[in-house]
């Protein structure tokens, strides 16, 4: 599944408040929100945007997909003055007609800077990871590649933002033009989302390609290891007996055994390196 990013707030992740105290919470800013986008005040909309979405993310991280699309709805209307739903439906024709590995090109900072997806990238792109997530959990897949695709590009246009900035306040100071820690850490948490729900499409080599990515921008992190062992894991199985992708199955199981080795009796690796144990001890005549 998806890699929860734990909201703006990760540094308070473990304060995450009950859900009564956060259903009191949620009808004052959704009703702050409303006000806001209704009047059109800028400063109004903005101050809401961002109480709005991290409340969302709590609402993820519970369970509760419809207060989460509520609150993240609020919160891009915030932004555009649109619902996620119509500001996506404008959109999806040219997002659905970028290819994957154009996307994938974002992710490294790799874009035409008139590219015109920039005109529909939100400012925040961990708004955008976290409706991403939303529309993957509601089984929406075309919604969240769009998404996701949008928060890299985002990533990337801010971070070429930052730089131009630097540079015309700091023009004899050189520095590098990578970005920060905590935008990489991002970025990676991103692409490897993307590359979940690609490999939910049925796209695995794309989705192998977002997960190495992701994997080099975070080589520590867990869950990203896992989603790439399973992707290969998964493309072993649909592409059986195709000789061409024989070695998938191997890599899946020597991957799982790295993350247990990180995560001793993970209860997900081991159900899955069992599992990928038994397709290559007996076959792949019952896969997954």
Not at 54 to 71: R, T
Not at 137 to 147: D, F, H, K, Q
Request: glycine share 8%.
């Amino acid at each position: 599944g998806v890699v929860h990013g734990g909201g703006r707030d990760s540094k308070d992740a473990q304060q995450t408040p009950s859900k009564p105290g956060a259903a009191v919470e949620s009808r004052d800013l959704l009703a702050t929100g409303a006000r806001s986008a209704e009047r059109g005040a800028e400063r109004g909309s903005r101050l809401a945007h961002v109480p709005l979405a991290s409340l969302g993310s709590v609402y993820l991280q519970m369970g509760d997909l419809g207060m989460a699309e509520s609150c993240l709805d609020a919160s891009a209307r915030c932004l555009s003055g649109f619902r996620l739903r119509a500001w996506l439906a404008a959109w999806r024709p040219h997002l659905d007609a970028v290819k994957n590995d154009c996307i994938l090109a974002w992710a490294s900072g790799k874009h035409p800077i008139d590219d015109p997806v920039c005109l529909a990238s939100l400012s925040d792109p961990q708004l955008l990871n976290d409706a991403g997530v939303l529309f993957y959990s509601l089984g929406e897949l075309s919604m969240a590649r769009s998404l996701f695709a949008l928060a890299l590009q985002s990533l990337s246009a801010n971070n070429c933002r930052q730089h131009a900035l630097y540079a015309a306040f700091n023009p004899s100071t050189p520095h590098s033009r990578g970005a920060g820690p905590e935008i990489q850490a991002l970025t990676a948490l991103v692409t490897a989302n993307l590359g979940n729900t690609l490999r939910r499409q049925g796209d695995y080599t794309a989705a192998l390609a977002c997960l190495q990515q992701a994997a080099e921008q975070a080589p520590l992190d867990i869950e990203i290891a896992l989603s790439k062992a399973f992707a290969l894991h998964s493309r072993a199985v649909a592409s059986y007996p195709d000789p061409e992708w024989s070695g998938d199955l191997d890599a899946a199981i020597d991957a799982y055994h790295r993350v247990l080795t990180d995560r001793v009796g993970d209860p997900a690796a081991t159900d899955l390196l069992t599992l990928a144990l038994e397709l290559s001890a007996f076959g792949m005549d019952d896969p997954l």
